[in-house]
Structure formats: structure tokens, C-alpha cells
């Protein structure tokens, strides 16, 4: 990373993605397990095929490498492709979920994985993959208090060989890692303050000091919930101010719309898994 001449901000460098994603063939809203759900409100399926498919093209158009796996009928949430594992040096760790109506994903994701050469390593510990795991500066950040356990902080660091650091999320609206922070290339982060007990924010401030700290607008709207390849990052269309806060770092902000997506919960980077070969 190098600093240009005009304006004094890093030139960052893209780096572009091998990405799993999963169509969103079968998604509505048929149960609540997170405050993001309302099974009372309509959803178009649709739409967020639509939407999704968006998403899919922005990827395509910047040159990542994008594997899909077929949804499976009877689970909507498939589509969040980000939990369903968390994927380094060629090992997958599968995911085990908290809720009984998202259990069998955890199996789907470990075929995929297994069926594409992966190294599949099956979870004792509960874990909802890179929604709570995320890779930063050689070392995982891994969230707890509302989907994944702190056991499985250890037992992804055993099978890893990577130093894990546990955040505590305290506000249920982020209940993934992945909704209160993004990774914006290999070592720069942005994050919403209050989504984290005073001991994690310590932790956050020490190792990150130069990190983008959100508004609480643009973290309603999951802006957080993005997708880096070092230079462009795929956010939230609405999420304008994090889009100019990027903007003034050198980055390059694609505002994309999955709102009806954001009715199950997830947005951008839910619905977007990090393959590392």
C-alpha cells in the first residue's frame, strides 16, 4: 500500500475473490431467530432473486471467481452462504448452528466442500462459520454471545493453527461478527462501537486505532455486512455515510440493494463466503 501523490490517501490494491454463493431459490421468512425476522411480513422471493442476482454480477464484473452451491428446499436461510463454514488454507471448518431450523445447512455446506476438494473438518463445537469468523492481519476475530460458543474460538484455533481473539456482541440487531464489523483489506477494519462489551472494544481499539467507526444509521441498514477485495468494497446501497468514510480512505464503495434480503437478516457479505485454497 502506497500513498498518492495528490491527496495523501492509500492506493489500495484489489485483489479479486474466490467466493461461495447460494441463489436465494426458496427464501422467505417463516420463523424468527433473529429481531431482523417478522414471519407476519410479506416477502417477495422473487425480489431477492433479483437482488441477489445483482450481487452475483457486481462479483463477476470485478473478476472474482464465484462457486455456487444449489439451494435446498425447506431452507431459506441457505442463501446466507457465509455461515455455512469458514474456509483457510484449503481446510473448511463446518458450521454447526444454534437454531434447529438452520441445522441442516451446517451438512449441505460440508458436501459442497468435500465435493470441491476441500479439507472438511466437522464441528464438535457450535459455530455459524464467517458470519462470527473473520480474517484480519494473520489472525482470526471471532464473535460470540448470541450464535457461535467460545468453544469453538478454540477449536478453530486448534484446527487453524491461527491465533484466535474473541469479541463479546452485546446488541441482538448483530448477532453475527459479521453485521457489527467488516475486514477491509489485510489489515484495516471497520466496526460499530456499540455492538461490543468494553473489554472487546479495548481489544478493538488497541490492535486498530486507525479503524472506520460507523454510524449506528448506516449499521441498521447492515452496512457493516460488506465485502472487500482490498479497493472495492460491496456495501449497502443505503449505507451513505460508511460509503463516504470509504471513499476518503481510498476505497472504492459499490452500493448494492438486497433489501428484501435484510428481512431475513443478512445482507452483503451473508451472502458471501470467502473460499482461501
Not at 60 to 75: A, H, S
Not at 145 to 152: D, E
Amino acid at each position: 500500500m502506497t500513498l498518492t501523490d495528490t491527496n495523501q490517501t492509500p492506493a489500495r490494491t484489489a485483489t479479486p475473490r474466490t467466493v461461495l454463493m447460494c441463489r436465494p431459490s426458496h427464501f422467505t421468512v417463516v420463523y424468527r431467530i433473529n429481531p431482523w425476522m417478522d414471519p407476519e411480513m410479506p416477502t417477495d422471493t422473487a425480489l431477492a432473486v433479483r437482488q441477489w442476482e445483482t450481487l452475483y454480477q457486481t462479483y463477476v464484473d470485478l473478476g472474482f471467481d464465484v462457486q455456487l452451491i444449489d439451494p435446498v428446499e425447506g431452507l431459506p436461510d441457505m442463501v446466507y452462504a457465509a455461515n455455512g463454514g469458514f474456509v483457510i488454507d484449503n481446510i473448511a471448518y463446518g458450521a454447526s448452528f444454534t437454531h434447529p431450523q438452520r441445522q441442516p445447512e451446517g451438512p449441505a455446506y460440508m458436501d459442497w466442500f468435500g465435493a470441491n476438494g476441500f479439507d472438511v473438518r466437522e464441528p464438535v463445537e457450535v459455530n455459524e462459520g464467517e458470519g462470527d469468523f473473520l480474517l484480519v492481519d494473520g489472525v482470526i476475530l471471532a464473535g460470540m454471545g448470541f450464535r457461535s460458543a467460545s468453544n469453538s474460538h478454540k477449536e478453530l484455533a486448534e484446527i487453524s493453527g491461527r491465533e484466535v481473539i474473541s469479541l463479546n456482541l452485546v446488541n441482538p440487531s448483530f448477532y453475527h461478527l459479521d453485521t457489527a464489523m467488516a475486514i477491509l483489506d489485510d489489515s484495516s477494519i471497520a466496526y460499530l462501537p456499540s455492538a461490543f462489551d468494553k473489554p472487546s472494544l479495548e481489544i478493538l481499539r488497541e490492535r486498530f486505532p486507525d479503524a472506520i467507526i460507523v454510524t449506528e444509521e448506516d449499521a441498521a441498514v447492515l452496512g457493516l455486512n460488506s465485502f472487500s477485495d482490498g479497493y472495492n468494497v460491496v456495501i449497502a446501497a443505503r449505507a451513505t455515510n460508511f460509503e463516504a468514510q470509504l471513499r476518503e480512505r481510498g476505497y472504492n464503495p459499490i452500493g448494492v440493494d438486497l433489501s428484501e434480503l435484510l428481512l431475513g437478516g443478512g445482507g452483503v457479505k451473508c451472502c458471501t463466503l470467502q473460499l482461501r485454497r
